[in-house]
């Protein structure tokens, strides 16, 4: 039912989590990646889905308000890793902020998508997203973030997003943002009527920036991109950001193909 609460009332008497995940590879004698360590604590349940692949299994539910969730990720250099959700995460009311914490280390040379389903702020919710991602030189890295604005018909609960990435200990990108402070919701130069918000940030630079009905493509200051897109669903945020992207990639090969040929 829209705007139904009952998960929450379910959980009322429940105490808060303290909950830490942890992926690691390693590089194989053949060259390959492996999985070194798979570590679930629910609600953060991890399941290797492929060779390079790792999703992301709720057995709990959550995060609700106490809770503290950690997820680790370890990128070994020259090695690749995919880690994805089987469904949205549902961020409920309880007792106090609930956090979620993600730490992703990316070495030399090593390659990492981070792309999982999108987190929904159901109404009460206080929630806090941190990242927290160091890369090596020549790591490549596409990290997307999608965040819906409430379940349907209902407003949405409060989050606080921080990401913070940097590369062989300089800065490349500082970025925050809050969902659920009425006056930002619905100013014009905000969110106005979007119900969804998302961003991805791509270690390939695009030549320029490109800007389109609802996402901007914008070249960072030191290397890098940011993607962001508004949507009026997760279907069309998700369409713009991969929009985006493909702008991006496009943008950025293209740079290096004119470099390549200058040098010729």
């Known amino acids: 039912m829209p705007g139904d609460t009952a998960p929450a009332r379910a959980c009322s008497g429940r105490r808060a989590m303290r909950a830490h995940a942890a992926v690691a590879t390693a590089q194989a004698r053949d060259g390959t990646t492996v999985v070194r360590r798979l570590a ?3 609600p ?15 057995t709990a539910a959550g ?34 902020v609930s956090e ?13 998508r981070f792309a999982p389903e999108p987190t929904v702020l159901a109404a009460g919710c206080e929630h806090r997203l ?9 790591a490549s890295v596409s990290w997307r973030e999608e965040i819906v604005f409430g ?14 990435a940097t590369c062989d200990g300089l800065p490349l990108l500082r970025q925050e943002f809050t969902v659920g402070d009425p006056d930002l919701d619905a100013s014009p130069a905000v969110y106005g009527a979007a119900r969804c918000v998302g961003t991805t940030f791509l270690t390939a630079c695009a030549g320029e920036t490109v800007v ?23 279907v069309q945020l998700r369409s ?3 929009w985006g992207e493909r702008a991006a990639h496009e943008s950025a090969a293209a740079r290096g193909a004119v470099r390549a040929s200058s040098r010729e």
């Open 212 to 234: 389109a009905d609802g996402v901007a493509v914008l070249p960072l200051a030191v290397s890098g991109t940011l993607v962001s897109a508004l949507a009026a669903d997760a």
């Open 40 to 42: 679930s604590a629910p």
């Open 130 to 138: 941190l990242v927290r991602l160091a890369l090596e030189p020549g």
């Open 151 to 164: 379940r349907h018909g209902e407003a949405p609960g409060r989050c606080h997003a921080r990401f913070d």
């Open 100 to 112: 979620l914490m993600v730490t992703a280390r990316v070495g030399a040379g090593a390659s990492l």
């Open 63 to 96: 995060p609700l308000g106490g809770d503290r969730l950690a997820l680790d990720l370890d990128v070994a250099p020259r090695t690749t890793l995919e880690l994805g959700s089987v469904a949205s995460t549902l961020v409920l009311p309880g007792e106090g």
């Open 44 to 58: 953060l349940t991890l399941r290797q889905t492929g060779p390079c692949a790792v999703h992301l299994v709720s």
């Open 240 to 242: 713009r950001l991969e």
